[in-house]
């Protein structure tokens, strides 16, 4: 049974003797991107002139469609086809699953006439134009009935999710009760929506029986299956890619009607069809993050170790869903305490379907325990890093589980240090310049680690090209990047040698991308790959009575500077492929977690600090300076790992300052629908943020020692900037966004 020692560090990756890992290297798909070339899924150039779809949602909340007059929609110009619940195409049961091992099941496009939520589609037009398409999508003329629905978040109104039940340890009511320094606070997150530059595009054709299709998804495996399940056709008969991807975030881990829709008229028109939502379709059609209210009771001594924890979170999903926004999961981890309780509650209403949006649970749960921490710090009159260091756990606070790397407390101090910490006077609006209240805040970060199975395959060229193949996708994160360092890395290569190959259901199976997992699942099962490679590329020289190699120990070769290396004797890879297996030399490799990796609590961890400006006279937050101190394994990638990391952290100033949306309670639909209602950071709002890692190697986590960069950056950063600005101005703020309504009523 493989373990933990299996991972066998070091290996090529970890010897990082060409000195490819960790570097700046620059994102190899890069170019492509800046010059427009590199094809998005609605883009791609289809073999002949493409019909346009337009989708149609619907307009009322809760109900169903009682009737639809089709007629002048079928009439109009360039009209090919019209779909909805009473014309719609054939294709598969709802749910149904013709092979057992699909990790999809069917999702019929209009398949009844219920409308769950406002905005669903609801009807479907494909024409020779995408301008025609959607004037006569406005034709058809959509009758509803309406049924009463429930649109308003009740947080009371919960019940616990399915197969859920609370943590508890210990007596947390009784040790809260007694505690001596008390805080309780209640905290609200709103809506938030993914906003992807690229909207979910699908581009589908036919090539004889196959079904190609471009689509923008997180994954590669899920979507084929869906369509093959959709189509009623063999899943090797459809083609999926989805090489390109302007943003994923965990909207685009389902996928959408675009897609089936696009492969369902490409099989009715016999002619390729696009359909992509539009920026404003996207706010309904595909999933949101839920509100939350989040209740914080945390009970100290007074000198400031928890006796009593509590972290409740309410929050909702769709009337027929059970996705949960799991608020409270990531704070069983991350700070000891005796007694215990954390828990979700989960309330449906009739809007649209919320789902994971980057670091899912984490991103708005620590907004809350990490503001409530500076509150009690301020109770304690103790420095709130101070307070947190008292509170590290030795090991997993509820499982004991020891922990794999867990630097938080060194994030915090050495982040502190470089951001100047010491300046910051403890007491409240102390501070000001010209009109401005100024103010540091800080919180920790903390973001689970995960490893799912993965395979690759890799193919040497007689020139020495080394190929690497992945049905792994690459969402903006670097993913093509970090593919073709391991890869360089392990066959001892020039990394202008390395050809990466992704988002294509023809190659080795990987998981996608979501919950920061995809660089330790792919990057370990390239790692594998090249390991194979080598190994059969060493059995091979040793075995030829022609190679300098002959006879030597295969076990003993090295890989470095494009040559294969025993002792002193050594040849070219080009040259021992070249001789003898000019067509090239292919493996396939796989990866999986070790038997004993979930006995270790993995997580990545960090600090983040803010340096805010307070208007006395607006109420506006300017932030003046952020740094971000993490700790998460080997960086693969300085530039890439830097760039998630300070994406995050925008994507923090976005959830503490602009961003929210809220359900329009007469019809069921998000106020928000574009960029011009639902605000994100602009330039002028990032300033000076920075962010670094502490060196670290995970050897629990995976063979490379590396751990997910991609989500815990987002973790935190609101509380820091929550904190900050009670510092600089003495309101305490507990729902976000924080915005200057809010700041005013507090200035008095
Ligand atoms: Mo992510 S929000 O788990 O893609």
């Not at 002048?72 to 009209?79: I, M, N, R």
Request: glycine share 10%; hydrophobic share 40%; net charge negative.
């Amino acid at each position: 049974m493989p373990s933990v020692t299996d991972y066998a560090i070091p290996n090529p990756v970890s010897e990082n003797k060409g000195g490819v890992i960790g570097r700046a290297v620059d994102r190899y798909e890069g170019p492509l991107k800046v010059s427009g070339t590199a094809p998005y899924a609605y883009e791609v150039q289809p073999p002949s002139p493409p019909a346009y779809g337009y989708v149609v949602g619907a307009e009322i909340g809760c109900g169903r469609v009682a009737a639809i007059d089709d007629a002048a929609a079928l009439a109009a110009p360039g009209v090919k086809l019209v779909w909805h619940a009473f014309r719609k195409p054939v294709q598969a049961e709802r749910g149904a699953k013709a092979n057992p091992h699909s990790q999809a099941a069917a999702e019929p496009v209009f398949a009844d006439d219920e409308v769950a939520f406002w905005g669903q589609p609801v009807a479907f037009v494909a024409a020779d134009t995408l301008e025609n398409a959607r004037e006569a999508a406005a034709l058809l003329v959509i009758h509803y009935a309406e049924t009463s629905p429930d649109y308003h978040f009740d947080p009371l109104k919960g019940d616990l999710p399915p197969g859920e039940d609370d943590v508890r340890l210990g007596d947390f009511e009784g040790a809260f009760a007694a505690a001596p320094v008390q805080v309780d606070s209640v905290f609200t997150t709103p809506i938030q929506n993914h906003c992807q530059m690229e909207p979910c595009a699908t581009t589908a054709w036919f090539e004889g029986d196959t079904l190609v299709v471009h689509t923008s998804n997180q994954s590669i495996k899920r979507p084929q299956h869906l369509l093959a399940e959709t189509l009623q056709i063999h899943r090797e008969k459809v083609h999926l890619m989805s090489r390109y991807i302007g943003g994923g975030f965990g909207g685009k881990g389902p996928s959408y009607e675009d897609l089936t829709l696009a492969a369902l008229a490409a099989r009715d028109l016999g002619q390729p069809v696009k359909v992509a939502f539009t920026r404003q379709q996207m706010f309904h059609a595909s999933i949101h993050r839920p509100a939350t209210v989040q209740r914080v009771r945390l009970g100290a001594t007074p000198d400031g170790r928890l006796t009593a924890f509590a972290l409740e979170a309410a929050t909702h999903c769709a009337r027929h869903d059970t996705f949960t926004e799991h608020a409270a999961s990531f704070s069983r981890a991350l700070y000891a305490a005796p007694n215990r309780l954390t828990g979700h509650r989960l309330v449906r209403l009739d809007i649209p379907v919320a789902g994971a949006m980057r670091a899912p649970g984490e991103a708005v749960g620590m907004l809350s325990l990490e503001g409530a921490m500076d509150e009690l710090a301020e109770k304690l009159g103790l420095d709130p890093i101070e307070l947190r260091i008292r509170n590290e756990p030795d090991s997993h606070p509820e499982t004991g589980a020891p922990f794999s790397a867990r630097q938080l407390v060194e994030c915090m101090t050495d982040g502190a240090q470089r951001f100047g910490w010491s300046k910051r006077n403890p007491k409240p609006a102390q501070v000001m310049d010209g009109e401005w209240y100024v103010g540091l805040g800080m919180a920790a970060a903390i973001r689970g680690n995960f490893l799912l199975p993965a395979k690759a395959s890799m193919k040497i060229e007689a020139d020495g090209t080394v190929t690497i193949r992945q049905g792994m996708t690459d969402i903006g994160t670097g993913t093509y990047t970090i593919l073709a360092q391991i890869t360089a890395e392990t066959l001892g290569v020039p990394l202008d040698k390395v050809v990466v190959e992704i988002g294509d259901s023809g190659f080795a199976p990987a998981p996608g991308s979501g919950g920061q997992f995809g660089a330790a699942s792919a990057g370990s099962a390239a790692l594998a790959t090249g390991m194979v490679l080598r190994k059969t590329l060493a059995e091979m020289a040793v075995a030829d009575p022609a190679s300098p190699l002959y006879g030597a120990q295969a076990s003993a070769a090295d890989f470095r500077d494009g040559l294969i290396t025993v002792e002193n004797r050594s040849e070219t890879l080009a040259g021992l492929v070249a001789r003898l297996a000019p067509a090239g030399v292919e493996v396939e490799g796989a990866s999986s977690p070790a038997a004993d990796a979930r006995n270790f609590a993995q997580h990545a961890y960090g600090a983040t600090f803010a340096e805010v400006g307070v208007s006395s006279v607006t109420g506006e937050i300017r932030i003046r300076r952020m740094l971000g101190a993490f700790a998460c394994g080997r960086i693969l990638n300085a530039k890439t790992a830097r760039s998630q990391i300070t994406g995050g952290m925008i994507w923090g100033v976005g959830t503490a300052l602009h961003e929210v949306n809220r359900v329009d309670e007469r019809y069921g639909s998000f106020i928000g629908q574009d960029l011009g209602g639902y605000l994100i950071p602009a330039h002028a709002d990032i300033v000076d943020l920075d962010a670094y890692f502490l060196p670290e190697v995970d050897d629990k986590a995976n063979p490379l020692g590396i751990k997910g960069v991609g989500e815990v950056g987002i973790c935190g950063v609101g509380a820091a900037i929550a904190n900050a600005v009670y510092n600089a101005c003495g309101v305490r703020l507990r729902d976000y966004p924080l915005t200057p309504d809010k700041v005013l009523v507090g200035l008095g």
